[in-house]
């Protein structure tokens, strides 16, 4: 809540205001029932009904008054709401953007993706609903107290006793009610998981012919989420009669009170009548606060998640130069004894030390799981080194500005990323390149071709994931884009595998031709993607086992050589 | 395994309740009443208990009354006996209120869950009929939404509006005799104020239900942009491209606050109108009332004779006022239920259209069961396109004996795997035939045909669940052994063994756990297990590096031995030795042949065997 807090303090003085005027509405408004009473006891007596008629005027003027009051109040509130969560959700986005792979897969992206939309939907809600009824609620209540109270003190002192037993019954309602929805909504996850993972292998499911199976599975998961939910809310059922039979008790116990005070001249029955108008006030009142309750705590769990995210610690914070002393000597891609580990248990690189120099060619070939990725995600600096050093010009990473390190990369990761626009922007990707730069851009990455044969070119429309292009032309597009923003070292992650193999070497070709003093590091599983790099780097769980150029490497590694026969050979057709 | 989608991420954007025609509506709302009449006895047991519930509660206000006359008379003249008897009346009344009001959300949630139990089942299993197309041309995120967001929109509209408009109309009608009852005249006044209110909400709603779709559909853009720049977060950031994604947020995000704040503005004029409009009935009551109680007491001491019509006793103001209040209050509601109607409407028709997708075609009613295969394979004459506009196969002809392999190369996007869907009946030819056996596929049974392939396709899929779970998939109750046997000739044995868990180590949802090249492997772990005549290999080895490849090649081997064979991959080795290579090429069949008569043609084929060495 503390996050909230500071979002809403520059407006506090705005708040300020919105509060007293609906304040002012409020009591406004509490005063018709007292004019009621007042017309009731004192003035019908008078026999005057030109008074009667008056004192009912007066009636009138103040729920106008209320009526202004209150509507002014929430147009504030729902501007105070909008500004806040407009910020806060700023905040949240730009801090989500900048996470570190680390902290993104510690959060995860589902998780994330909740707190983004549902969450700060949850707050904007509550921001406003709390400055419209968190200021009614309490007011009529404490109004309605005391304004019974100068009617008649006794009287007041019965209604409050129940009180206490509403407040009561609510919490210890909500209390048990609020671990019960958490519980709901982890099993709407797991039901939602099992239809996401079935439309997903839908054909694997068909030609299993495990229909039946998955309906089954289904159907747990479906029970479950009604048994939760059934729990959640027979639990949160009670609140409502439970508070509405206090009140209504109370109003019985004030009626027999205010009988026994009639009799004994102490008060008069008018009196009895505002009270019962006093009474419907307070449990409308009451029910708005059970609510605003019910609603705060969901309000306060969605802050929180916020809260979690917008105040992690930033890590890969850039480090000062006497820390890591830069090379001043030294050029290019330099890895000195790196090792690293994801988990912090086993190795998933160990004593990796390689140079390349500027211009040059890195070829990465290896195993699943090997560390191929890993490897070009400590250049990147997504992670840190456990040990070592990784340096690009003689700096280590650690200490170059992050918005340095990102400029001199133009990456394709495995199944990277094509978003709902046009090719052109998919290309840009937000950078301030000439369509000329795109078009020149396309044309090296062999992706030209098929998007002049689009009638609108490159503004045909890409959807999201880029579903309605193949895989050959989606890396085709992210090869350009990489190119685009000429980077100083590529890094291409698998980034050709769907091409068959005349695109392939096309490209190769274009890239060596063109960007000749761009230092590019492939990781392939072709042997043909990296046969002609100036160095290749055979990886094995974590460790170099074999380096050097092709011809080297057929001569001392047997594993190359084995990847090499099995392909080359053998060869490969697409 | 997958990465995106939420709960119901776009989904909100279902919330803006489209125009519909009067008589779409009226078919949802029929079927909607389907579900409640499976429950007719829960249904009918509610109605009771809400008119009780309702009933009860009206009746206090008139026990109050008379309790109140009874106080009255003043100072030394209460007369207690009554005033103790009403009271203890309205206690009971309130205790049984209050129980019967319990009972009745209990039930009602009870309900509710059960029509929604059965909603989200009939709709999942009608999903699981769905031809494979479907899932082909619909969004997962649109499918969860629709089973979740959309169903629990469509029940709580039913739950929570159905009874609210029961409960209104009695209280409503309640309120009305009662007061009608105390003071006909009085009455009157709600002939001025109710119209007024009723005209008021309806021009209100009928100003701001815009700016409410308005506000989800800003709202679900705002959701759609923000999970679809997560899941390329990391690329965002390796380009550092984090603050111009984030300004275009900022645009989206203005946008959806500022339909919010719209909304808001209008509709917070709303409440507090419509309790001025109460307050001015409160006020006219208590005016006339007034006068009227005037009369009351100047008839009382004999003063003046006026008719006992404009005459009201002290209690009866009291329990009109009250009523008044009662009455008023579901009339502000009816403006809000309306809306939720709408849009739960508008819900219920999306989840009634998946519903209505044509399932995959039911077998034929007298469909043989396929059994002892051998794998002969014949395509005969097929014509096949997705769309009928867009041909993709024209005349395709082929035969497969028992044992073959038939590889199917050419570019991506050619549409090779098109063949494979007809080879399983996820899609049916337009014209000519396929035969197993001899057998025309179209005369068996779907669940036989597709038993007698294995296919490893270049998607993974494993889903949440143990290693053990997912391998065996194909095969339940497959003993240890057997399922240890298959993973050590999918060469993943030793890596699951190396896990913590073991082979009960949890695949969870990210999976950042386990590399895609493993992923594979345990899918082709999957495949050797399930021992089927047939096999279908779609770039099953693409995520796994060459050497792996090479080392399961032996038992890929094994496992292609003895059984007719279609594979789709880049491995020469595998295609150079197979009976029959397909060349396709822009949806067509250009190139069909051994390996040796199609480098003879010199063709195509050729052509892409010589790129290989083009470096």
Not at chain 1, 126 to 140: E, H, N
Not at chain 1, 241 to 260: D, E
Not at chain 2, 470 to 483: D, L
Request: charged share 20%.
């Amino acid at each position: 809540m503390k996050l909230l807090l500071e979002y809403l303090k520059p407006y506090r003085w705005y708040i300020a205001l919105t509060l007293t005027i609906k304040t002012l509405g409020t009591l406004v408004e509490l005063v018709i029932p007292y004019i009621l009473s007042h017309i009731l006891d004192s003035v019908v007596p008078t026999g005057q009904v030109r008074n009667i008629v008056w004192w009912g005027v007066a009636m009138l003027v103040c729920a106008a008054l209320a009526c202004v009051g209150n509507v002014v109040a929430n147009r504030m509130a729902a501007r105070v709401a909008r500004q806040s969560t407009q910020q806060i959700r700023h905040a949240l986005f730009e801090r989500v953007m900048t996470l570190s792979p680390r902290q993104l897969d510690s959060f995860t992206i589902p998780s994330l993706e909740s707190r983004l939309t549902s969450d700060t939907y949850h707050v904007h809600h509550v921001v406003g609903m709390s400055m419209r009824m968190g200021v009614r609620a309490p007011m009529l209540l404490l109004g309605g107290i005391i304004i019974t109270a100068t009617l008649d003190p006794v009287l007041t002192l019965v209604m409050v006793l129940v009180l206490p037993m509403i407040s009561v019954s609510v919490l210890f309602i909500s209390k048990k009610g609020i671990p019960l929805f958490q519980t709901t909504q982890r099993s709407v996850d797991s039901m939602i998981r099992v239809v996401r993972e079935d439309a997903q292998g839908i054909r694997v499911i068909k030609a299993l012919s495990k229909t039946d199976y998955e309906r089954r599975k289904y159907d747990r998961a479906n029970r479950r989420l009604v048994e939760d939910e059934t729990r959640a809310s027979t639990t949160m059922a009670a609140s409502n009669p439970l508070v509405t039979f206090f009140l209504n008790f109370g109003l019985v116990t004030v009626m027999l009170v205010g009988a026994v005070r009639v009799n004994g001249a102490l008060t008069q029955p008018g009196k009895i009548i505002a009270f019962i108008q006093y009474f419907t006030l307070i449990s409308n009142a009451m029910i708005g606060l059970a609510r605003i309750f019910v609603n705060y705590s969901k309000g306060a769990a969605s802050a929180q998640r916020i809260e979690e995210v917008v105040r992690t610690e930033p890590d890969l914070i850039v480090a000062d130069e006497s820390r890591y002393p830069s090379m001043r000597k030294e050029e290019g891609i330099v890895f000195e004894d790196v090792s690293f580990s994801y988990m912090g248990k086993k190795d998933n690189l160990s004593h990796v030390s390689f140079s390349l120099p500027t211009g040059g060619t890195l070829g990465l070939i290896g195993a699943t799981g090997s560390g191929k990725t890993t490897l070009i995600r400590l250049l990147m600096r997504s992670y840190d080194v456990g040990s070592g050093s990784v340096r690009i010009e003689g700096r280590d990473v650690r200490t170059i500005p992050h918005e340095e390190l990102n400029g001199m990369f133009g990456v394709v990761m495995q199944n990277d990323f094509i978003f709902a626009d046009t090719i052109a922007e998919n290309i840009r990707f937000g950078r301030e390149l000439s369509d000329e730069e795109i078009r020149h851009a396309a044309r090296l990455a062999q992706a030209s071709e098929f998007i002049e044969q689009y009638e609108d070119g490159y503004e045909h429309l890409l959807q999201s994931k880029g579903t309605n292009i193949s895989g050959g032309q989606k890396q085709r597009i992210l090869i350009a884009r990489a190119l685009a923003g000429n980077p100083r070292i590529l890094l291409l992650d698998d980034a050709s595998s769907a091409l068959d193999y005349r695109t392939d070497a096309a490209l190769r070709r274009s890239i060596r031709e063109n960007m000749r003093n761009v230092t590019t590091v492939v990781v392939a599983q072709r042997v043909s993607s990296v046969m002609n790099s100036d160095l290749i780097l055979v990886l094995d769980e974590g460790r170099i086992i074999g380096a050097g150029t092709h011809e080297e490497l057929l001569a001392t590694c047997e594993v190359y050589r084995e990847i090499s026969d099995s392909q080359i050979g053998g060869a490969i057709l697409e | 395994m997958n990465k995106s989608g939420i709960k119901a991420p776009r989904s909100t954007r279902g919330a803006g309740a489209p125009k519909m025609s009067r008589d779409a509506k009226a078919a949802v709302v029929r079927r909607i009443s389907k579900y409640l009449v499976q429950h007719k006895g829960t249904v009918l047991i509610c109605f009771v208990m809400m008119v009780c519930s309702n009933v009860l509660a009206l009746a206090a206000p008139k026990l109050s009354q008379r309790a109140i006359d009874a106080i009255e008379p003043g100072v030394g003249k209460v007369d207690f006996r009554s005033v103790i008897f009403y009271c203890a009346l309205m206690l009971v009344f309130y205790i049984l209120s209050a129980l019967l009001s319990y009972l009745l959300a209990v039930t009602m949630v009870k309900l509710s869950q059960k029509i929604i139990y059965t909603m989200r089942r009939e709709l999942f299993n009608h999903l699981t009929e769905l031809p494979v197309g479907y899932f082909d041309t619909h969004a997962t995120g649109e499918i969860i939404s629709r089973i979740s967001y959309d169903i629990d929109t469509v029940n709580t509209s039913l739950s929570h509006d159905l009874l609210q408009i029961g409960a209104s109309m009695i209280t409503v009608a309640g309120s009305l005799v009662m007061m009608a009852s105390i003071s006909p005249v009085l009455l009157l006044v709600f002939a001025f104020t109710v119209p007024m209110s009723i005209l008021y909400t309806k021009y209100r709603s009928g100003r701001v239900r815009p700016l409410f779709r308005k506000r989800s559909q800003k709202l679900g853009e705002l959701n759609g942009y923000a999970e679809e720049m997560l899941s390329g977060q990391k690329t965002i950031r390796a380009y550092g491209r984090e603050k111009v994604i984030s300004s275009r947020f900022d645009e989206k995000n203005e946008e959806a606050v500022e339909a919010y704040y719209r909304s808001e503005y209008y509709s917070a004029t709303v409440g507090p109108t419509v309790n001025f409009i109460n307050n001015l009935s409160l006020s006219l009551v208590t005016m006339l009332g007034g006068i009227f109680y005037l009369f009351y007491l100047m008839n009382e001491t004999g003063s003046t004779n006026i008719l006992p019509l404009f005459t009201i006793s002290l209690g009866g103001v009291s329990a009109f006022v009250q009523y008044s209040r009662k009455f008023a209050g579901p009339i502000n509601e009816f403006a809000n239920i309306v809306s939720d109607l709408q849009s739960a409407a508008a819900a219920a028709e999306k989840v009634f259209a998946v519903m209505d997708e044509a399932p995959e075609l039911a077998d034929v009613p007298n469909a043989e069961t396929l059994s002892h295969v051998k794998g002969e394979v014949e395509l005969s004459h097929v014509r096949f396109g997705y769309v009928p506009e867009r041909v993709i196969l024209r005349d395709l002809s082929l035969k497969a004996q028992p044992g073959n392999t038939i590889a199917i190369v050419g570019p991506t996007g050619a549409g090779k795997t098109t063949i494979i869907n007809l080879l399983m009946r996820f899609y049916d030819v337009n014209s000519g035939k396929i035969l197993v056996e001899g057998r025309e596929i179209r005369g068996l049974t779907r669940e036989s045909l597709r038993q007698a392939y294995t296919m490893v396709l270049q998607e993974t899929w494993l889903f949440h669940g143990t290693i053990y779970e997912n391998i065996t998939y194909g095969r339940e109750g497959a003993s240890r052994e057997e399922v240890e046997k298959a993973a050590k000739m999918a060469h993943i044995h030793s890596y699951i063994d190396a896990l913590p868990d073991g082979y009960d180590t949890v695949l969870s949802d990210d999976g950042v756990n386990i590399s895609k090249g493993h992923k594979q492997l345990i899918t082709i772990a999957r495949a050797m297990l399930a021992d089927s005549p047939m096999l279908i290999l779609d770039e099953a080895t693409s995520n796994v590096d060459s050497r792996t490849e090479q080392k399961i090649q032996a038992a890929m081997q094994t496992l292609m031995a003895g059984r007719t064979c279609f594979v789709i991959a880049h491995r020469l080795s595998t295609v150079q030795n197979a009976n029959l290579i397909l060349v396709v090429k822009d949806g067509n069949v250009i190139e069909l042949g051994t390996h040796d008569t199609l480098m003879n043609q010199k063709g195509f084929y050729y052509s892409l065997y010589h790129s290989q060495f083009d470096h």
